[in-house]
């Protein structure tokens, strides 16, 4: 009797413990509800907000107005910064831009924040290196991203600046020498550029919607960036292919920037550049720039640590940390930077050529002897971050 009556006190404990989860949950995770919640089959499927369209749609009513616009294109908002942000400024609980992600981070107003300024009216030609993108489409979060859908992760646009940017290459690496070839364009509708995407499961709200067999497919996914060597099924041929695209879309609207397997000239006949598109590690753009932008919070320094690593890690005071990691680049722009000034040329160069006879430090009698060398206090392994 005792016993069961335990048990029954247990059982409450769980179901009351369950319930504030459950109204914690409700209010961590909040779907668009302006859509339809039958599909094409009759079956109950509660519909997405981008693509994936029913016949039935009302999604479109989350973006458009037919008699009420804001703008030329019915929006619901004067910019689309305000549209989206409408949504992705952590309102859902998921997908929340004004956080750190993968893509960096939008809107922010840290210290050394920099970002695509989406909302300012610029041009798509307005890019750094634009030679030959002569598109004169305002530079929006639609620049970039397809609200209808695409075949490509995250909803990147397959076409840019007015420009189809994927394409199949054939490689080969013999020794230190790369070889890339373009084979030919991939066709619309088919995936150009396929990010390394995993559920993300780390609240159990997010675990209900990712294992919901009526949310038509919707799954909530953490980005771990491009694929850096072959994994999930994909191919050698298909890693490269990706990441040679992932430039080759950034490039698209800063065309004169890209340079495929070494430095050298640009097509501006003044210039020179750094690799900004080769299948190795460091010489993409992603590889030291976010997306959408950076702030105090990402950069990192050679040894690959933010300024939250270095507080708990050597007991820096936030200041401290902060002073020690800002931007104090001549432009003034920490230029949506994954490491902070240039560090991220320090972390690769350091371990790669030595540094003879720099003041203050030990001098070493022969060239074997530097890649032992270290200046003090110095830390370079950030670089095993690098893709
Ligand atoms: C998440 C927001 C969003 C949703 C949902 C959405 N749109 Fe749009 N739509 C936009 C934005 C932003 C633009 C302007 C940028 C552009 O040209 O892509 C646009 C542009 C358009 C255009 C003009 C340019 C073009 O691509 O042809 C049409 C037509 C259009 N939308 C129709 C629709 C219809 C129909 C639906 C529903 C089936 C829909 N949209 C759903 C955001 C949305
Ligand atoms: C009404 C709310 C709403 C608005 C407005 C909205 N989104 Fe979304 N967004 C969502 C939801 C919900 C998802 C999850 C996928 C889905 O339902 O289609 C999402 C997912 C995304 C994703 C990730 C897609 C994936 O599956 O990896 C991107 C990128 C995105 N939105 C960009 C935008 C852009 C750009 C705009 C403005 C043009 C915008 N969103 C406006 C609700 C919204
Ligand atoms: C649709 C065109 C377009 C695409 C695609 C694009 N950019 Fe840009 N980018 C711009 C424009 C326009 C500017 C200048 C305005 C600004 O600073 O936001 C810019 C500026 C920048 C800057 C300088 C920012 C500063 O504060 O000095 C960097 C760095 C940058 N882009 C990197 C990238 C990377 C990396 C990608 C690919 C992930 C990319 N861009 C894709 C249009 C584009
Ligand atoms: C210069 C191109 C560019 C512009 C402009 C841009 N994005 Fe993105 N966005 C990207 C890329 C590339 C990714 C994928 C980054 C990755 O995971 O490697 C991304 C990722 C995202 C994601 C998923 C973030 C996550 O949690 O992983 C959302 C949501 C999103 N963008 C919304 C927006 C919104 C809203 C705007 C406008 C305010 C915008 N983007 C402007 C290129 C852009
Ligand atoms: C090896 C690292 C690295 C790679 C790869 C790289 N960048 Fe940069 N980029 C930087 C650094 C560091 C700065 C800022 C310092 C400077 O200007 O030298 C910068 C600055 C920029 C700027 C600001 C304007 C300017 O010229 O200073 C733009 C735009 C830009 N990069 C775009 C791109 C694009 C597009 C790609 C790919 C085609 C790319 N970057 C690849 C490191 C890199
Ligand atoms: C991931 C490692 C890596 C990073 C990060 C990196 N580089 Fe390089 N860099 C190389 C390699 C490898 C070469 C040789 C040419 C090639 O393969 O593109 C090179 C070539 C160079 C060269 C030409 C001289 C030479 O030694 O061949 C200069 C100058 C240079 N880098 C400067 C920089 C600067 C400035 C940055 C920061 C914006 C930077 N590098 C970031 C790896 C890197």
């Known amino acids: 009797m005792s016993k069961l009556k335990m048990s029954l006190a247990a059982l409450l404990t769980i179901i009351l413990v369950g319930m504030f989860g459950a109204l914690a949950s409700a209010e961590g995770v909040t779907l668009p509800t302006n859509v339809g919640t039958v599909d094409n089959f009759g079956n109950t499927n509660?519909?997405?907000?981008?693509?994936n369209f029913q016949?039935?749609?009302?999604?479109?009513?989350?973006?458009h107005s037919t008699h009420n616009g804001e703008n030329e294109m019915l929006l619901m908002k004067s910019g689309e910064l305000e549209l989206c942000l409408s949504c992705h400024d952590g309102t859902m609980g998921f997908y929340n831009v004004k956080l750190p992600s993968e893509a960096g981070v939008i809107d922010s107003h840290e210290m050394s924040a920099s970002m695509h300024n989406v909302s300012s009216d610029l041009t798509e030609n307005a890019a750094?290196?634009?030679?030959?993108?002569?598109?004169?489409?305002?530079?929006?979060?639609?620049?970039?991203?397809?609200?209808?859908?695409?075949?490509?992760?995250?909803?990147?646009?397959?076409?840019?600046?007015?420009k189809q940017f994927a394409n199949n290459y054939n490689v080969t690496i013999v020794g230190y020498t790369e070889t890339i070839t373009k084979l030919n364009q991939v066709p619309i509708g088919t995936k150009g550029l396929k990010l390394n995407l995993v559920e993300d499961n780390?609240?159990?709200?997010?675990?209900?919607?990712?294992?919901?067999?009526?949310?038509?497919?919707?799954k909530i996914y953490k980005s771990n960036g491009i694929y850096n060597k072959p994994a999930d099924g994909l191919t050698q041929t298909?890693?490269?292919?990706?990441?040679?695209?992932?430039?080759?879309?950034?490039?698209?609207?800063?065309?004169?920037?890209?340079?495929?397997?070494?430095?050298?000239?640009?097509?501006?006949?003044?210039?020179?550049?750094?690799t900004t598109n080769s299948t190795k590690q460091g010489r993409s753009c992603t590889a030291c720039h976010f997306a959408h932008g950076t702030d105090i919070t990402l950069l990192k320094d050679t040894a690959g640590k933010t300024i939250a690593d270095l507080q708990a890690e050597k007991g820096w005071t936030e200041t401290q940390a902060k002073n020690y990691m800002k931007d104090v680049s001549k432009s003034g722009s920490s230029a949506l930077k994954r490491f902070t000034n240039m560090a991220v040329?320090?972390?690769?160069?350091?371990?790669?050529?030595?540094?003879?006879?720099?003041?203050?430090?030990?001098?070493?009698?022969?060239?074997?002897?530097?890649?032992?060398?270290?200046?003090?206090?110095?830390?370079y392994s950030g670089k095993s971050i690098i893709k």
Request: some cysteine; overall charge negative.
């Open 128 to 162: 750094p290196g634009a030679l030959n993108n002569k598109s004169t489409g305002t530079f929006e979060c639609s620049s970039c991203h397809n609200p209808h859908g695409s075949a490509n992760d995250r909803l990147l646009n397959e076409t840019v600046a007015g």
């Open 345 to 379: 040329c320090w972390a690769c160069h350091q371990s790669t050529h030595q540094i003879a006879n720099t003041p203050g430090t030990t001098n070493y009698p022969n060239t074997t002897d530097w890649q032992n060398f270290k200046v003090p206090g110095g830390d």
């Open 55 to 63: 016949n039935n749609t009302n999604s479109c009513a989350n973006c």
């Open 238 to 274: 298909q890693v490269y292919d990706y990441k040679l695209n992932y430039s080759e879309f950034c490039a698209a609207c800063h065309d004169d920037y890209l340079k495929n397997r070494e430095n050298g000239p640009r097509a501006d006949g003044v210039h020179y550049t750094h």
């Open 202 to 218: 780390s609240t159990p709200e997010l675990q209900a919607i990712n294992n919901s067999t009526t949310n038509s497919g919707l």
């Open 46 to 51: 509660t519909h997405k907000t981008h693509g």
